[in-house]
């Protein structure tokens, strides 16, 4: 699997690809990360990669030629693994607000496949022409205004470089995780830890009990109860998709009733 990444601000992503658990990754290869600066494409002394935007109006737009050759670089360098793989050229993913939301299923769809290249952009945005000719999908963290896409490619990269096998140290680590399909969709439920009691507060006795069926049950519980609570729509998602059982729909009736 690889990414490569079209950014002004490279160094960014020095601290992320070296740290955390998913590091092992980025350092053996396994998921391959290689960045690529406009700047290096650009022409002039100053190395120019945005310019005024026609109409008028704040701010600067990047400009489509040095991206245009970054790309091509990048092409270039990907050409002969596509050729031997025979693969289609890897699409090319924008990160804007038009583009569809980051959610757990989209995430596992870019874990399945052999990478992307990432455009990060910067100030007002892009030259649409090059968007137009170039990119082949858009992403969105949400509904709000970053200043560049260099954190939401960060996100992208970390969720579906987890999903990858041997990156957790526990293989199974990333079913329990919300919004994962081994879980309904829920939400996942509280965890503890030792001291058994802390600032007079105690492990739910279920979870030191010993019987295996009581401790997923009370689990299964809480992810019904906290997604309830705060994420209902993943409720009637999971009823709506047949996931809930009589148990579940008890527990949901008994906690609707205390509400």
């Known amino acids: 699997m690889r990414f490569d990444i079209?950014?002004?601000?490279?160094?960014l992503f020095a601290p992320f690809l070296e740290s955390g658990v998913t590091r092992r990754?980025?350092?053996?290869?396994q998921v391959a990360v290689h960045l690529w600066n406009?700047?290096?494409?650009?022409?002039?002394?100053?190395r120019r990669?945005?310019?005024r935007p026609f109409g008028g109006g704040?701010?600067?737009?990047?400009?489509?030629e040095p991206l245009q050759h970054c790309l091509e670089a990048i092409r270039a360098a990907r050409a002969e693994a596509d050729a031997q793989e025979q693969a289609e050229p890897a699409p090319v993913l924008l990160f804007s607000p038009i583009g569809t939301t980051l959610k757990h299923?989209?995430?596992?769809?870019?874990?399945?496949?052999?990478?992307?290249?990432?455009?990060?952009?910067?100030y007002e945005g892009i030259d649409q022409r090059f968007i137009d000719t170039h990119v082949?999908?858009?992403?969105?963290?949400?509904?709000?205004?970053?200043s560049g896409g260099e954190l939401a490619a960060m996100v992208l990269l970390d969720s579906l470089t987890r999903l990858q096998p041997g990156v957790l140290n526990d293989e199974g680590s990333f079913q329990q995780d919300s919004f994962n399909p081994a879980l309904d969709g829920l939400l996942d439920c509280p965890h503890y830890t030792r001291p058994e009691v802390w600032n007079g507060q105690e492990v739910p006795a279920e979870l030191l009990s010993g019987h295996h069926a009581n401790i997923e049950r009370w689990r299964r519980d809480q992810?019904?109860?906290?997604?309830a609570q705060h994420r209902p729509e993943l409720i009637e998602q999971a009823r709506g998709q047949g996931l809930l059982n009589a148990k579940d729909e008890g527990f949901l009736a008994k906690t609707r009733t205390k509400l």
């Open 6 to 11: 079209i950014t002004l601000f490279p160094e």
């Open 136 to 146: 082949t999908h858009q992403l969105s963290l949400g509904d709000f205004v970053l």
């Open 38 to 46: 406009p700047r290096d494409w650009a022409e002039g002394n100053y």
């Open 58 to 64: 704040p701010g600067m737009v990047m400009m489509a």
């Open 25 to 29: 990754a980025y350092g053996s290869g």
């Open 105 to 122: 299923e989209v995430v596992a769809h870019w874990a399945q496949s052999r990478g992307a290249i990432l455009l990060c952009g910067r």
């Open 49 to 51: 990669v945005d310019d």
């Open 223 to 227: 992810r019904l109860r906290i997604t």
